[in-house]
Structures are given as C-alpha cells and as structure tokens.
C-alpha cells in the first residue's frame, strides 16, 4: 500500500538463539556484556563527554572519567563493574568502568566513570568512546575508602586478564 516490500530471511543463530536487538538489549540489562557482544560481533560501546566529578577516584588513586552519555535513551549495561577499552584523544586505553551508584560514599546517584590504565592527560569536555570487554563484579557498600581501594586495585588486574 505505501510501496514498502518486506523481505524474510533466516534468522541467524548463536548457540541456538535467535539474534535479535531484543536479546541483546536483555543481555545487557542482565549484565551479560560477554553474550551480548558475542551476538553484535563487536564489544558494546557507550559515547558521552567527560564532565567534572567529586574528584573521589583521585584520592584513592583511581582517577576516573566522569562520562555524561550523550544519547539519554543509549542502553546501558546492568550496574556493576566492568574490563572496558576506552578512545581517549585518539589512544585506545584499557581500563575498567563503574557503572552505577557510590554507596560507599552516600551517592546513591547512578554515575558513569571509568579509570584509565597508563593515562595521564586531562580529558574535561572530550568525547571518550567506553567499549565494555567483561563484567567483573556487582557494585558494593565498602567499610572504608582503604577497603574500596583494595578491591579497585584488585578489579583492575582482574581487568587486564580480559
């Protein structure tokens, strides 16, 4: 009627499921990054400008990018910390990502920041492109910035494996 012909083809397969945007988009509200990038045959990435922060990262010597993402309607993984690749200034940079709240600072905000590994530059009011490799953990309450510190230094081998 409008002049629009709809053409089939056989729905590709991974691992006996279908592909589909729906799939993925449900994978990566699981938190399931590996699945999802597996069926999009690329890693998931997320494109925001970095803003100024609370500068917490830098005291616990993890400095991190502060990410305001710039589609508001982007599908975002699942909370949780993630092994991510990062284009900064033309780099590409590994590092890791906390997507979500800081409960171990009272924010109950949800925040996008991520730590650059072997970075040093100021990346205020650049466009960082994150790629998320691999969730590493869920988020979680620490009983002081040590404690945190500890995991963070702990995420972040866990990151250089991936």
Request: aromatic share 8%; glycine share 10%; net charge negative.
């Amino acid at each position: 009627q409008e002049g629009f012909e709809i053409l089939s083809d056989t729905p590709v397969l991974l691992d006996g499921i279908e592909v589909s945007s729906t799939k993925i988009r449900s994978y990566l509200a699981e938190g399931d990054i590996a699945l999802a990038n597996r069926m999009l045959g690329i890693p998931y990435s997320v494109t925001g400008q970095v803003e100024h922060g609370r500068n917490v990262g830098s005291t616990l010597g993890f400095p991190t990018a502060n990410i305001v993402v710039e589609d508001p309607r982007k599908a975002l993984p699942k909370e949780g910390v993630y092994a991510v690749e990062a284009t900064a200034e033309g780099l590409e940079v590994r590092g890791m990502a906390n997507l979500g709240p800081q409960p171990t600072f009272g924010e109950p905000q949800p925040k996008f920041e991520v730590n650059l590994f072997n970075f040093e530059g100021n990346l205020y009011g650049c466009t960082l492109t994150v790629r998320f490799l691999r969730r590493l953990r869920d988020i979680a309450t620490f009983d002081s910035p040590e404690a945190l510190a500890r995991q963070l230094a702990q995420d972040k081998e866990n990151a250089l494996k991936s």
